[in-house]
């Protein structure tokens, strides 16, 4: 009987630790609320995600992840398929990222939704719904990183060609000309005051009556020069008709030339005569007293033979 005791006793025992056990596993399992399955699909690397990483919705505990794999349709892409609590509400706009938990270097699923697509995420027919997962804070850091660096090497090469040894001694002699730039300057502005006492000088109340009184000559040389003007005019006037007249006879030549052509020609040489005469006397008077087209004409003094000529006085 006591054997026997003994068998039961140990079979309780093992039955209340498989039970023990189970409920352990399922409890730890995460297994006790409803849950769905998602993918997530990444195109660059998922360093220190690992299986059984957490994920978390908006900062909520919400799922696991339970394998990480290849596309085998698309090798560039990794698949990481999470379980998620079914009552979370995955929508279009849902996003995924990667988080870092403190100084482990642990990677977990970080998912958000801003509201801007709140259409319920689905999938086709014997798929799971997929999201995008974006590269982590230290991915992009490194990403940045890295363009930094480069940047900064093409600014450290052209920051060492601007100082090659050529181009310091071209600022040198730049440097130098400008110093002697500096002191040219220095002394026109100690000769400015000099040249300003000339200028002033120059522009005194004694050259300005001087100027005044040039003009004021000028201005009574050219009223004076205006009656010659208009006697070259009145001349110009009459070659002119003299001219016209002649146009004129040339084309009634063929016409009337025994009709009435040659008492006009006749009357025409008569005009250009007198006028000729005239022109000759004017071109004495020019020539014997050039003054005239200055001062123009004056009273002619009576010669000899004249009324109202007198013989100089002899003493």
């Not at 059984?52 to 698949?79: C, K, M, W, Y």
């Not at 590269?135 to 090469?157: R, Y």
């Not at 009556?209 to 208009?230: C, F």
């Amino acid at each position: 009987m006591e054997n026997r005791a003994h068998a039961i006793m140990a079979g309780l025992f093992v039955l209340l630790l498989g039970a023990a056990a189970t409920v352990a596993v399922w409890w730890f399992s995460g297994e006790r609320e409803a849950s769905r399955q998602l993918e997530l699909v990444s195109r660059g690397n998922i360093t220190g995600l690992n299986l059984q990483a957490a994920v978390r919705f908006r900062g909520i505990a919400a799922g696991r992840v339970e394998a990480i794999s290849i596309d085998p349709r698309d090798p560039q892409n990794i698949l990481v398929r999470i379980s998620l609590r079914a009552d979370l509400p995955v929508t279009e706009g849902t996003t995924a990222s990667l988080g870092y938990q403190g100084v482990t270097g642990l990677a977990f699923v970080q998912l958000e939704d801003k509201g801007d697509n709140p259409a319920p995420l689905t999938a086709a027919d014997g798929a799971l719904p997929r999201i995008a997962l974006s590269p982590g804070l230290l991915d992009e850091l490194s990403d940045v990183a890295v363009q930094a660096l480069t940047q900064f090497k093409i600014v450290a090469a052209q920051v060492g060609r601007l100082f090659a040894d050529e181009n310091v001694d071209r600022m040198a002699k730049t440097l130098v000309r400008l110093e002697s730039a500096a002191k040219g300057l220095d002394d026109t502005f100690r000769e400015a005051p000099a040249a300003l006492a000339a200028a002033r000088g120059f522009f005194g109340p004694e050259n300005q009556r001087h100027l005044a009184a040039t003009l004021a000559n000028l201005d009574k040389v050219s009223g004076e020069a205006a009656p010659a003007v208009v006697e070259a005019r009145k001349l110009l006037v009459q070659l002119q008709t003299v001219s016209a007249h002649i146009d004129q006879a040339a084309v009634a030549t063929g016409n009337g030339l025994l009709n009435g052509t040659l008492p006009r020609l006749n009357a025409l040489m008569k005009d250009l005569t007198v006028t000729s005469t005239r022109l000759t006397r004017l071109i004495e008077e020019v020539d014997a007293a050039p003054q005239m087209l200055l001062l123009g004409r004056g009273a002619l003094l009576p010669g000899p033979g004249e009324d109202g000529y007198a013989a100089p006085e002899t003493r």
